[in-house]
């Protein structure tokens, strides 16, 4: 109502599932999450969002406001974080400023539309990759999703966890094979020698690595 008597345009979802499919339905200039929300949190929404290329800036607007929440909301793409309590007024200012700085974001990783490695590159608009031999192939939805949360996070494992969570979501669970499949197929597209690979790791037990 508040947003409203401002002049924004609101839509809202009471689902972290149904926050999904609007995300996916429109363009907005703005989404404000809460964090505990039913079937699917605040924080996976924000990361599965990210992955999927989409820059809608997000302020994250929850109870859970402790250092390492705040830390967390910050480094999974969240462009603020606010805690309840709070006042109106700041609630008012942050969302002005966030949309007004929507068209100066700084570009970041998260943000590139390519990224090259070794004897390869991928576009992440496109879907388009280049192999370790030069050819051009176009490659699915969730290979484009997992390559980038990969680069994302190069140097760092991810878990297989955090995998299925972001990359497929909340209601389709394969098994930890198929990842296995798809860090493979990279390994056919980009290592030199698939069999000694220099970029895409596999952490046994833990999940899985890139480095550039």
């Not at 990224?115 to 030069?134: H, Q």
């Not at 390994?187 to 069999?195: C, D, M, S, W």
């Amino acid at each position: 109502m508040n947003l409203e008597l401002e002049g924004y345009q609101v839509v809202t979802a009471a689902t972290g599932s149904e926050g999904l499919e609007v995300f996916r339905s429109q363009r907005f200039d703005l989404a404000i999450l809460d964090v505990m929300l039913p079937v699917v949190d605040g924080y996976t929404i924000c990361k599965t969002v990210r992955l999927e290329g989409n820059l809608t800036p997000i302020m994250f607007l929850t109870a859970k406001n402790s250092g390492d929440e705040r830390v967390e909301g910050l480094k999974i793409g969240g462009d603020d974080y606010l805690g309840k309590p709070f006042h109106l007024e700041e609630l008012l200012l942050r969302i002005a400023n966030l949309i007004g700085r929507k068209q100066n974001r700084v570009t970041s990783i998260n943000e590139l539309d390519e990224f090259s490695f070794g004897s390869g590159s991928v576009n992440f608009k496109s879907y388009k990759i280049v192999t370790k031999d030069g050819k051009e192939e176009i490659i699915s939805k969730k290979e484009m999703m997992l390559l980038r949360l990969l680069i994302q996070k190069q140097d760092e494992v991810v878990s297989r966890e955090e995998i299925l969570e972001t990359v497929w979501g909340y209601d389709v669970f394969p098994s930890t094979r198929t990842i296995d499949n798809y860090i493979l197929a990279f390994r056919k597209y980009f290592e030199e020698n698939p069999r000694q690979p220099k970029h895409f790791f596999s952490v046994r037990g833990v999940g899985y690595k890139f480095k550039p």
